[in-house]
């Protein structure tokens, strides 16, 4: 079992920065596969960026070069720090994990529902 809780959504301007940050409780963090996944206003859910077991990362073209994705095994952590936002960046987020040894890059391509655990997700608003 894992819970998730994410924080750090906002509003900002086109061009700032933000920090998204989930919180798991498991016991087997350091061997989940975590990722963002986001849902833009009137839009299908997609896959931000994912991280793997091995601290492989894979991310969405169209957040390659501006987002990063990482993880803290110490303390069960992941973020997702969001730099140069554009106005299409808005949506929903929310992190997922899920056990099985899945790469970053299958994880990428997988659908949502694919994913067992999720957070409650944040809100994310770029103006600009």
Partial sequence: QVQLVDSGGGSVQAGGSLRLS?????????????????????????????????????YADSVKGRFTISRDNTENLLYLHMDSLKVEDTG?????????????????????????????????TVSS
């Fill in 22 to 58: 989930c919180a798991a409780t498991t016991d087997t963090y350091v061997r989940t596969l975590m990722g963002w996944f986001r849902q833009p206003p009137g839009k299908e859910r997609e896959g931000v960026a994912f991280i793997d077991r091995d601290v492989r990362t894979a």
């Fill in 92 to 124: 929903n987020y929310y992190c997922v994990a899920d056990l099985r040894p899945m790469t970053a890059i299958q994880a990428l391509r997988a659908p949502h529902y694919a994913f067992r655990y999720r957070s409650q997700g944040t809100q994310v």
